[in-house]
């Protein structure tokens, strides 16, 4: 099975811009179809973005237009640009696929302060 690392959280302020990375532990080629997820204290975890082998991309109503996923299959990895940051985007983030898999990533810590 595949393990996901990811990195790039941290502190911002609302409208501010963060990065987020993901390092598979083996070749993600064969894989259809990647995402971010993320959860919020109290609530579930979500799918936010996703990005499938042949470039299409979706995105929750509530990140669209904000958010923009990407995938390099040639370096293993999935990134996350993130933009114009709300305190609602404040979540634990993970990447996976999707559907998911076990075991999840630690994730990486993103607060939007107001």
């Known amino acids: 099975q595949v393990q996901y690392v990811e990195s790039g959280g941290g502190l911002v302020q609302a409208g501010g811009s963060l990065v987020l990375s993901c390092a598979a532990s083996?070749?993600?080629?064969?894989?259809?179809?990647m995402g971010w997820y993320r959860q919020a204290p109290g609530k579930q975890r979500e799918l936010v973005a996703r990005v499938s082998n042949n470039g299409f991309r979706n995105y929750v109503d509530s990140v669209k237009g904000r958010f923009t996923i990407s995938r390099d299959s040639a370096k293993n990895t999935v990134n996350l640009q993130m933009s114009s940051l709300k305190p609602e985007d404040t979540a634990v983030y993970y990447c996976n696929q999707d559907p998911p898999s076990v075991p999840w990533g630690q994730g990486t810590q993103v607060t939007v302060s107001s």
């Open positions: 083996k070749s993600i080629f064969s894989i259809n179809a």
